[in-house]
């Protein structure tokens, strides 16, 4: 049975960071992009960031948080994680953790692509 489980949500002022893990479990970690989406109250899922299977040498992020979060991934841990920094209240969100399995070297931005999701962890930016 696949699981993916968040943790590091919280509470933060403006301009400060939160590191997010996702620790996967009843999969070949390696083996799956991995990807961080984000919801926030009244509006749809949206991508955040994600990593491409084996070494993660591929990244992809979405615009609103490029060059403020960084996606990486342990393979010996089986873990994702997302470093934010420079938060903005705009980043208030219950962000998801999601695994997707691939053959090949690839980052995916659609959530419907997507095979497994975690329960999510809440994120709460103050200003």
């Known amino acids: 049975q696949v699981q993916l489980v968040e943790s590091g949500g919280g509470l933060v002022q403006a301009g400060g960071s939160l590191r997010l893990s996702c620790a996967a479990s009843?999969?070949?970690?390696?083996?799956?992009?991995m990807g961080w989406f984000r919801q926030a109250p009244g509006k749809e899922r949206e991508f955040v960031a994600a990593?491409?299977?084996?070494?993660?040498?591929?990244?992809t992020y979405a615009n609103s948080v490029k060059g403020r979060f960084t996606i990486s991934r342990d393979n010996a841990k089986n873990t994702v994680s997302l470093q934010m920094t420079s938060l903005k209240p705009e980043d208030t969100a219950v962000y998801y953790c999601?695994?997707?399995?691939?053959?090949?070297?690839?980052?995916?931005?659609?959530?419907?692509?997507?095979?497994?999701w975690g329960q999510g962890t809440q994120v709460t930016v103050s200003s």
């Open positions: 990593i491409s299977r084996s070494g993660g040498t591929t990244t």
């Open positions: 999601a695994a997707k399995r691939t053959y090949h070297s690839a980052t995916y931005t659609s959530m419907n692509t997507y095979d497994y």
């Open positions: 009843g999969l070949t970690f390696s083996t799956y992009t």
